[in-house]
C-alpha cells in the first residue's frame, strides 16, 4: 500500500537555526499538506499546496516558514530561524484530489533547544 | 466556543463492550467529516469517512446530523488493539481546497 514518508523522523535543533523537512507524498497525489501537533495538543493545519503553489495557509504558518516541491517526489517544509515553541510533531499529508481523504507521514518530532 | 469539541475521556472498557463517541462541530459550512484514530505519538491514520445516511465498517458505525452539527461514533466488541485516540475531523473549503479542521480527540483504553 503506498505510504507518505517523512524525514528525518526526529529533529534536534537550536533556537534560530534554519531547519528543513522533508516528505514524500503518495505518487499519484496532487493536493499536499503540513500539520503540527504540539505535545498534548490537537493537530494543527499549517498550509496546503496545489500546482507548485500555496493555496492556504493559516495564521501559524507566518513568514518564518515556507515550502517547496524542489522535485517531482519531495515536499519540504522550512522553518527559517526557529523558537522554542516551533517544538512539535510536524505531519505531512496528501490527498489526491482536494475533497478526497487526506493521507498522513508518520512525522517529523522537531525539538528546539 | 471550539471548532470541534470531544469529550477527551479516557473510555476505560473491558474487551467485548461498546463504547461510543460524540463530537460536535461549529461551522455550519464544514463539508465532509471523518474519523481517524492516533496512536501514542503516532500520525493519524484515517479510520472512515462519515455520510450523512450513516456508514458502517465492520465493528464500526459513523453517523452525522448535519441539523444539530453532531457526529458519533460507535464501537462494537472493542478489542485490545483498539485503544487509541479518536479524533473527530470537519474540513473547510473556504478557498476551494480541503482543510482539515481536528478535534482534541477521545482517548480510549481498552482492557482485558
Known amino acids: 500500500e503506498p505510504e507518505v514518508t517523512q524525514t528525518p523522523s526526529h529533529q534536534v535543533t537550536q533556537m534560530g537555526q534554519e531547519v528543513i523537512l522533508r516528505c514524500v507524498p503518495i505518487s499519484n497525489h496532487l493536493y499536499f499538506y503540513w500539520y503540527r501537533q504540539i505535545l498534548g495538543q490537537k493537530v494543527e493545519f499549517l498550509v496546503s499546496?496545489?500546482?507548485?503553489?500555496?493555496?492556504?495557509k493559516s495564521e501559524i504558518f507566518d513568514d518564518q516558514f515556507s515550502v517547496e516541491r524542489p522535485d517531482g517526489s519531495n515536499f519540504t517544509l522550512k522553518i527559517r530561524s526557529t523558537k522554542l515553541e516551533d517544538s512539535a510533531m510536524y505531519f505531512c499529508?496528501?490527498?489526491?484530489?482536494?475533497?478526497?481523504?487526506?493521507?498522513f507521514g508518520p512525522g517529523t518530532r522537531l525539538t528546539v533547544t | 466556543r471550539k471548532e470541534v469539541e470531544q469529550d477527551p475521556g479516557p473510555f476505560n472498557v473491558p474487551e467485548g463492550a461498546t463504547v461510543a463517541f460524540n463530537c460536535t462541530y461549529s461551522n455550519s459550512a464544514s463539508q465532509s467529516f471523518f474519523w481517524y484514530r492516533q496512536d501514542c505519538r503516532k500520525e493519524p491514520k484515517l479510520l472512515m469517512s462519515v455520510y450523512s445516511s450513516g456508514n458502517e465498517d465492520g465493528r464500526f458505525t459513523a453517523q452525522l446530523n448535519r441539523a444539530s452539527q453532531y457526529i458519533s461514533l460507535l464501537i462494537r466488541d472493542s478489542k485490545l488493539s483498539d485503544s487509541a485516540t479518536y479524533l473527530c475531523v470537519v474540513t473547510h473549503m473556504n478557498t476551494g481546497f480541503q482543510k482539515l479542521v481536528f478535534g482534541t480527540g477521545t482517548r480510549l483504553l481498552v482492557s482485558p
Open positions: 499546496f496545489y500546482n507548485n503553489e500555496i493555496s492556504e
Open positions: 499529508a496528501s490527498s489526491r484530489v482536494s475533497v478526497y481523504e487526506q493521507y
